[in-house]
């Protein structure tokens, strides 16, 4: 039991019952607050409270060093006790904060994506957009539309071939592309083509596993009927069929194998995430990218095959939804592309070939409140514009 104050003998902390009262007050004081103390430190919920806090403190403090050590060791740790002997090469520290900016997510382990090195860009097999000037015009007509539908956030790329003239409207930012993703799917798998590994005659069989919803009519086929690789192609781009897309990237190797490809190409910003249908949007690219990928498809014989290209440039002329940027360019134009719909975005892409054979490339993509007519209304007028500009 701890003394209570008159237990004490203030004598001993010179004072005494004999001293001033005023100095016997002051100890009394002293002492009935130094008991208070002990009181407070004794009680158990003070006591729990203050464990509480030291294990949740270690908690955190546990938690950061699991994170955080792996690349400290690597990144720091190996720098600082054994140094590298190319001064030129210095540590990265965007890349230690954000680790994963480089990897492709390619495996599932306890729900979780384990990563993949993504191989640089250097010896990208694609080539870059040689771009001109941008159009200063043509841009201020777009984003004048642009005002007109503040619930409509779109990103735009224009390019055209004669002058190497472009427009760019957030064409680097990241946006969720819908069907859109099937033209890497459709490059990837004339890449295999060509490699030998696949054959456009080679059928597959439609099982449960790739029966997917949302657009296209094989998922009301019969089971295990059978599917030319040309066919499903063909149906992938024309009808924009979920299941066919799902059974070709099977077959080229999954996500996994279109993802590294994509890397190799030299694009950063695109990434299959999901197998179709992807309704929440977390398949991506940006409309520059696109547009990379169109021009590649067009220009570059070293990418792709004559032959290739013309069984690409056959599926994408016979795309049957035409009432996106198609529905804003006059007869006698031909446009090879392809359209993207999950409710939430909208957008097409292609290559527009004008009756006088002129030739640009045009992706718009497009935010928009789930389902509003304005998306589509806003890239009908904005292809509308692009198209007069590009013809006057």
Known sequence: MPKLAEDYNY??????????????????????????????????????????????????????????????YDKITTSVFAPNKYKNIQTDLYQIAFPTTNYLSNNWFLGNRTFNYASETTDAQMRKIKEGVNMPSLKAELLSLMENYPTIKPAIYVW???????????????????????????????????????????????????????????????????????????????????????MLMSKIG??????????????????????LPDMKGTNHSTAREIAQMLYNIDTNDEFLSDKSRNKIYDYMSHVHNDRLIQAGLRAGSTFYHKTG???????????????????????????????????KEFIVKASQIIYNYMTR
């Open 11 to 72: 004598s001993e902390y010179g004072s005494s019952y004999t001293c001033n009262p005023k100095s016997q007050t002051t100890a009394k004081l002293y002492y009935y607050r130094k008991i208070e103390k002990q009181k407070y430190a004794l009680n158990p919920k003070r006591k729990r409270k203050k464990m509480l806090h030291f294990l949740f403190s270690c908690a955190i403090v546990l938690v950061v060093l699991m994170v955080f050590m792996p690349y400290a």
């Open 160 to 246: 055209d071939y004669e002058s190497q003239n472009y427009v760019d409207i957030n064409a680097s930012k990241i946006y969720p592309v819908a069907s859109i993703i099937k033209i890497p799917v459709l490059i990837d798998l004339f890449k295999s083509i060509e490699n030998k590994s696949v054959s456009l005659n080679e059928k597959i069989p439609l099982t449960e596993y790739y029966r997917s919803e949302g657009s296209g009519n094989l998922q009301f086929m019969a089971g295990n009927s059978l599917w030319t690789v040309d066919n499903l192609a063909r149906i992938m781009i024309t009808n924009s069929d979920n299941s066919a897309t799902n």
């Open 254 to 275: 999954a996500m996994t194998e279109v993802n590294q490809s994509i890397r190799d190409w030299g694009l950063k910003n695109t990434e299959i995430q999901t197998w």
């Open 341 to 375: 719909d999950i409710g939430t975005m909208l957008g097409d892409a292609g290559i527009v070939v004008t009756p006088n054979g002129g030739r640009y490339i045009v992706v718009i993509l497009a935010t928009r409140p789930h389902n509003s007519v304005l998306g």
